[in-house]
């Protein structure tokens, strides 16, 4: 869909990537997963669309049931029956390119489980998102644990219309700082099914679609008339495979979390072109002391064919690496490589510092010339102790300034 950004939804809601909402205190879910990142983050989102904006913030489905009965679940108080298994809650958020945003989340938990079955419940949901620079967002859907959590469904549908500054392609035009205001719509739809095939290793195929159109923008409301720069369907197989080893999905403190995504565009399933995009991350947690964590978390991704603009790997965001607005750096490959200390100072209180770098390539052997270096501090706010679900506010230095990031949940 649009630079939903990655609109990052991860499903197990991540989402907007760039949209990269990275909201994990709600269960929204799957289809929100479509849109938003994303996030938290978290892991990859069920889309390809690494654009800017996706930072906002957006729900992940991660809670378990109980959470209904927590904080982040305010409208619980006005209503005296109000379902268990019901949450809706506003969620804040800030990105450099979208500006302070609001997202309504709701998600409703299907959990027919014996008290002591770990499976996560499955979850039914969605959201609608509006940010200060005009952007909105919506979407629903699921995100089901079946057969004892052998198979997982995912599958939602939303529309998204972002306005974004695009940077062109490769270094220069990043350097430079110079961009074209962008208005990018249009509606995005997956599905997708994963089994476990060996003790933590997840394989599945699934489905992505939808349409994007993309005009100049000259004013805050208004896109250029009488012309469209670009207006594509999308179709694609995906197949996601997923090693996950945490010892928890909010907050680990050790274990591994390896995803990679293989997408196929083909005219013969709706696409309008013939493209290849690849992405492989991983996150490790090694505790420290009783209570703190070291993260660190690498990422690569390359697209290939004739992929738009709008496919290509972008650089920074509220995930790789923040201190860049996302899509500032853009071209056919990039990586990242970033590290996280988590000061858990009390129960409601973590301090975190981070650092890292990465590059954006047209080639593997175009890599080492021009480094994108990132450092920053956060503050996180814990709203959900038994969870370890918070606030977060980051402050992101890169070679060309400084960004800020509000949201919920870590970054990754």
């Not at 729900?59 to 005296?80: C, Q």
């Not at 859907?141 to 219309?161: F, P, Q, S, T, V």
């Amino acid at each position: 869909m649009l630079p939903l950004p990655t609109l990052r939804v991860m499903i197990k809601l991540r989402c907007m990537p760039s949209i990269r909402l990275h909201l994990a205190l709600l269960p929204l879910l799957a289809s929100a997963a479509a849109f938003a990142q994303s996030g938290s983050e978290a892991g990859d989102a069920d889309t390809d669309f690494d654009l800017p904006g996706a930072d906002a913030s957006m729900p992940g489905s991660d809670l378990a049931l109980d959470d209904a009965n927590f904080v982040g679940n305010p409208l619980k108080r006005l209503a005296k029956k109000w379902p268990e298994d019901l949450v809706v809650a506003p969620i804040p958020g800030y990105s450099p390119q979208l500006g302070w945003n609001l997202t309504l989340g709701g998600g409703y938990f299907l959990d027919d489980r014996d008290e002591d079955d770990d499976t996560p419940p499955s979850i039914l949901g969605g959201f609608i998102m509006g940010a200060e620079n005009g952007s909105y967002a919506y979407a629903g859907g699921a995100n089901l644990h079946l057969l004892e959590d052998k198979l997982r469904i995912k599958g939602g549908a939303g529309y998204a219309d972002i306005r974004y500054r695009f940077y062109a392609r490769g270094d220069n035009p990043g350097d430079l700082g110079f961009g074209l205001d962008l208005l990018q719509n249009g509606p995005l739809y997956f599905a997708s099914g994963s089994w476990n095939v060996w003790r933590r290793l997840y394989v599945g195929i699934g489905y992505l679609g939808g349409s994007v159109k993309t005009r100049p923008r000259l004013t805050q409301d208004e896109a250029a008339s009488g012309f469209s720069v670009l207006d594509l369907d999308i179709g694609a197989y995906t197949i996601p495979i997923e090693i996950d080893s945490r010892d928890h999905e909010q907050f680990p403190r050790k274990g591994w979390l390896i995803e990679a995504r293989g997408s196929l565009y083909r005219e013969s399933v709706g696409s309008d072109f013939d493209a290849q995009i690849f992405k492989l991350s991983a996150n490790h947690y090694r505790p420290i002391g009783d209570t703190d964590v070291f993260a660190t978390r690498a990422v690569f991704r390359t697209s290939s064919g004739n992929a738009p603009f709008f496919l290509l790997s972008t650089f920074g965001g509220s995930k790789d690496l923040r201190g860049y607005p996302s899509g500032r750096y853009r071209d056919r490959m990039m990586y990242a490589l970033q590290g996280e200390y988590r000061w858990h100072v009390n129960d409601r209180w973590i301090v975190t510092g981070f650092a890292g770098f990465g590059e954006v390539a047209e080639n593997v052997s175009d890599f080492g010339s021009d480094f994108l270096p990132a450092a920053g501090a956060g503050l996180r706010y814990v709203l959900s102790q038994k969870h370890r679900i918070g606030l977060s506010a980051d402050i992101g230095v890169g070679k060309d300034g400084a960004e800020f990031y509000f949201g919920v949940g870590e970054a990754f």
